[in-house]
């Protein structure tokens, strides 16, 4: 079983549609849980950040983690064209070797 | 602030030659860490460094190595290239001495092995 688990899409949804985005995971010490974006041709930028369980609101971004069941989650409000790009899920456990575990990444299309 | 700036963008080279990256951190910050991202793998762990020591290694074979400078400047070398290494190459600097995940990734150098 992968560290990490997120289904790559592509997710194609229309312009003012609520997103959501998910991700599994398998160790129950990772306590530090982000949300990078990635553009075509950039690098993931850091788009939410929790830590432990939760609920996390941005602006439109809403990140939540269930620890019970190792599943964390992105929503996206009142989606833009501008969201159109890959979102990836990350995780890390600063007790082990702090590595940071990244998903292997979601393509989401926003129809105009 | 300027961001994290990359060297080379793209480049291309051929199987066995060797190929050194350069990765500039954001001004202040001390960990610099190296991912490698591919279509199937997704991004892959390389190493990062702190204050010019390494402090983890991913599970990449001793072709891959990296170093950090006193100006917390870094550097990874690929030498003996495979197909298989052709990927985007990205690096992240962070401010932080524990890595709990804000990183701060540069637009990566995008290598072709032919």
């Known amino acids: 079983q992968k560290e990490v688990e997120q289904d790559p899409g592509p997710l194609s949804v229309p312009e003012g549609a609520i997103v959501s985005l998910n991700c599994t995971y398998s160790?129950?010490?990772?306590?530090?849980f982000m949300w990078y974006r990635q553009y075509s041709r950039k690098g993931p930028e850091l788009l939410m950040y929790?830590?432990?369980?939760g609920n996390k609101e941005d602006g439109r971004f809403t990140a939540q983690v269930d620890k019970s069941s190792k599943y964390i989650s992105l929503f996206i409000r009142d989606s833009q064209p501008s969201d159109s790009a890959t979102y990836l899920c990350?995780?890390?456990?600063?007790?082990?070797?702090?590595?940071?575990?990244f998903g292997k990444g979601t393509r989401l299309h926003i129809l105009p | 602030k300027a961001g994290v700036t990359q060297t080379p963008r793209y480049l291309i080279k051929t199987r066995g030659q060797q190929v050194t990256l350069s990765c500039s951190p954001i001004?202040?910050?001390?960990?610099v860490s190296w991912y490698q991202q591919t279509p199937g793998q997704g991004l892959q762990f390389l190493f990062e460094?702190?204050?010019?020591?390494?402090?983890n290694k991913g599970n990449f074979p001793g072709r891959f190595s990296g170093r950090q400078f006193s100006n917390s400047r870094s550097e990874m070398n690929v030498s003996t290239l495979e197909l298989g290494d052709s990927a985007l190459y990205l690096c992240?600097?962070?401010?932080?001495?524990?890595?709990?995940?804000?990183?701060?990734f540069g637009e990566g150098s995008r290598l072709t092995v032919l």
């Open positions: 992240a600097s962070s401010p932080l001495r524990r890595n709990t995940g804000e990183l701060f």
């Open positions: 160790n129950s010490a990772f306590q530090y």
């Open positions: 929790t830590y432990s369980s």
């Open positions: 990350a995780m890390s456990d600063m007790n082990r070797d702090d590595k940071i575990i």
């Open positions: 001004s202040g910050h001390r960990s």
């Open positions: 460094y702190f204050s010019e020591t390494q402090r």
